[in-house]
């Protein structure tokens, strides 16, 4: 078994665990829904983390973990924590029947089974009158909520028909009935008629109507593939600039941990730049997709991909020259499934050096001595798929020590039918009888600093015009001004309002001020729903763009722990922690940033979408002396070898222009 704290999980831990608690079980067939490695409290693995970069010894920490399972067909969920280290099961906890777990794939598999085995679904199915080339094939979503009553855990299923090929886009063929099944019992709880005009009207004898399909699939597109694109290859002749140990890289003046773990994914610990402190630990807390169709079932679409499904279980198996180029590094991990058997997750992050454009530069136009680096850029990326969503995650370290997490949306749209002729106004059709309705994503980045040192502050900076006064006797002057968020609590964003985590203890020689970390992101819509509505009581931290609580071990998730049809009465999120209004200044912090996609789907999204891509940036903000890239090599034709592509055409003219203008002052 490892020894580091913060490894996630092998193989033979999720073996002992689950058979650790079986015994524990007697008589019992038992549901696993999650087994994953548990951190130790920050105050004590601050210091590990610290002795371990300083070469000291390190104290003994434990490997904790923990599992959440069910009694089989009962909705009794328990929480076990384990100490792997004693070998020791420390506490079985019986939750609240308020609390659901989140789905897991074999559960789906056997509720997709469920619903399309279901006699009364059969009849439905039969009575629409799709043509035998077509199957059936059906797609869960989390119920969501839309009521006070506290539903058994209950899965929605909506139904489409595909072809036989197997990139066959089934999304272009929705069908108007979605049937409901309790998880538990695996019984049909309903089948709801969509709706498939502008209002609540419902058409209970509709039938199949063909249209032409939409195809993404290479193999099922009408036109040829372009025939005009060159083959583009990365190579590194001496190899790449960084070192792996285990979980532990380094990459030219950076250090950190990588992790992963079955919700959030990708989580980098103890980030550090040139032995200085940065952020303890970076993650993705959640990520809300809520739908913007009024109409009922619709009007409680939504999941929270993090929370309901798992950005660790969700993740691809990367391939080599597709979803990365160049020399590539993989992690692979390990996650649980139902039987509490370890499950292989391959190439769950890559990890490789980009060319990233220029990085600085300088002509000196006195003597034309040109000084130029180009950018080289450390890329760790995953990519999860939730349904009919691709998502692209993925952290880009620079060499002026900059960290920039980029999210990349792909994927299908997820498409409901519509009657022809008919257009809704919360939606775009994309093909005859398809419908995208509008939705948003609403992300939260989970950002625990320690910019050099554990005690931090969080300040809004805004540049504010100067009054026109003796001190500004131009009419031209402007100062940024502060305001730091003491207690905890949200802000927005502003037109040029820059966020800045700062340590009021260490301060720089050159500015006299105190180090920082500025956020640079793009201002936002934040969610659209009514802040009373289900989406809006069940996702508030998706109102805010910005939050700071004081740190606390168990407040990881931005939505709450338990996020399967929650009740904001019986959620502990990051709004109930802020309205503590525990002191955040010069203290350890957390802040919560809200990135926000508003996707009004365009006909062009359709049948597959070009990448959306958006970008929050944390970069030094006064934490340096000086660029603390100026170290980097100058760039040089010798070191990066371009080749020169010579336009023939162009060189015939300027050939027999310079022939022609013989004996005469040509320009050119």
């Not at 402190?277 to 009007?299: A, I, K």
């Not at 292989?344 to 454009?357: L, Q, R």
Request: proline share 7%.
């Amino acid at each position: 078994m490892s020894s580091h704290p913060l490894d996630p999980l092998s193989a033979a831990e999720i073996t002992h665990i689950s058979s650790s608690i079986k015994e524990k079980s007697p008589g019992k067939s038992l549901h696993f829904k999650v087994i994953s490695i548990n951190e130790p409290p920050k105050h004590l693995l601050r210091k590990y983390l610290i002795a371990e970069r300083n070469g000291g010894s390190t104290s003994h920490l434990p490997r904790l973990a923990s599992a959440l399972y069910y009694h089989r067909g009962t909705s009794d969920m328990f929480l076990v924590t384990i100490n792997l280290s004693e070998n020791s099961v420390e506490q079985i906890k019986l939750l609240e029947s308020h609390f659901h777990g989140q789905a897991d794939v074999d559960e789906i598999l056997e509720m997709r089974d469920a619903c399309l085995k279901h006699p009364q679904v059969i009849e439905a199915i039969k009575k629409y009158q799709l043509p035998d080339h077509l199957k059936v094939v059906c797609d869960t979503w989390p119920y969501g909520r839309d009521s006070e009553d506290h539903h058994p855990r209950y899965v929605q299923c909506y139904l489409f028909a595909e072809g036989e090929h197997p990139g066959s886009n089934h999304y272009d063929m929705p069908l108007p009935f979605s049937p409901v099944l309790d998880m538990t019992t695996k019984e049909l709880v309903d089948i709801i008629r969509l709706p498939t005009g502008p209002g609540s009207e419902l058409k209970h004898d509709s039938v199949y109507v063909p249209h032409p399909a939409r195809e993404y699939h290479h193999a099922l597109q009408s036109g040829p593939a372009r025939t005009d694109l060159k083959s583009l290859t990365v190579h590194q002749p001496q190899g790449v600039s960084f070192s792996v140990d285990g979980y532990l890289v380094r990459w030219q003046k950076w250090r950190f941990r990588l992790g992963f773990n079955w919700r959030e994914g990708m989580v980098l610990h103890d980030v550090t730049y040139d032995g200085r402190e940065l952020f303890h630990r970076l993650s993705l807390s959640e990520m809300f997709v809520p739908y913007g169709d009024p109409r009922m079932p619709y009007s409680r679409k939504s999941v929270f991909d993090v929370g309901d499904i798992g950005a660790g279980v969700a993740a691809n198996n990367l391939a080599l020259g597709c979803d990365c180029l160049g020399s590539i590094k993989y992690f692979s991990f390990v996650v649980s499934n139902s039987q509490g058997q370890p499950v292989d997750k391959p190439n769950a992050i890559c990890m490789h050096e980009i060319d990233d454009g220029i990085g600085w530069k300088h002509t000196n136009t006195r003597t034309g001595a040109v000084s130029i680096v180009r950018s080289r850029v450390l890329v760790l990326q995953t990519i999860i798929t939730v349904g009919n969503y691709e998502y692209i995650f993925m952290w880009h370290l620079d060499q002026a020590a900059g960290l920039h997490y980029k999210i990349q949306a792909t994927g299908i749209l997820s498409t409901a039918p519509i009657d022809p002729g008919v257009t809704v106004p919360f939606g775009t059709n994309v093909n005859e009888g398809v419908m995208a309705p509008f939705h948003q994503h609403v992300f939260s980045l989970r950002i625990d600093p320690c910019i050099d040192g554990s005690n931090n502050s969080f300040v809004e900076e805004d540049s504010v015009a100067m009054p026109w006064d003796e001190s500004n006797p131009y009419g031209v002057g402007y100062v940024t001004k502060s305001q730091l968020l003491s207690k905890s609590g949200y802000s927005d964003s502003a037109p040029n309002r820059v966020h800045k985590i700062v340590n009021p203890s260490s301060i720089n020689k050159t500015s006299g001020k105190p180090v920082a970390y500025a956020i640079h992101s793009p201002s936002k819509q934040m969610l659209l729903a009514h802040p009373n509505s289900w989406h809006g009581k069940r996702a508030k931290y998706a109102f805010h763009p910005f939050w700071v609580t004081a740190h606390k071990d168990d407040e990881l998730y931005a939505a709450g722990d338990y996020t399967y049809q929650s009740h904001p009465d019986f959620t502990s999120d990051l709004a109930a922690w802020t309205a503590r209004e525990d002191n955040t200044e010069d203290t350890d912090i957390v802040v919560w940033h809200s990135i926000s996609l508003t996707h009004n789907p365009r006909t062009e999204d359709y049948p597959v979408m070009p990448c959306d891509t958006m970008t929050v940036s944390l970069k030094p903000s006064g934490f340096f002396e000086q660029n603390p890239a100026l170290d980097v090599p100058q760039s040089t034709q010798k070191g990066n070898q371009s080749v020169l592509i010579e336009d023939k055409s162009l060189k015939n003219v300027l050939g027999g222009a310079e022939s022609r203008g013989s004996g005469r002052d040509s320009k050119l």
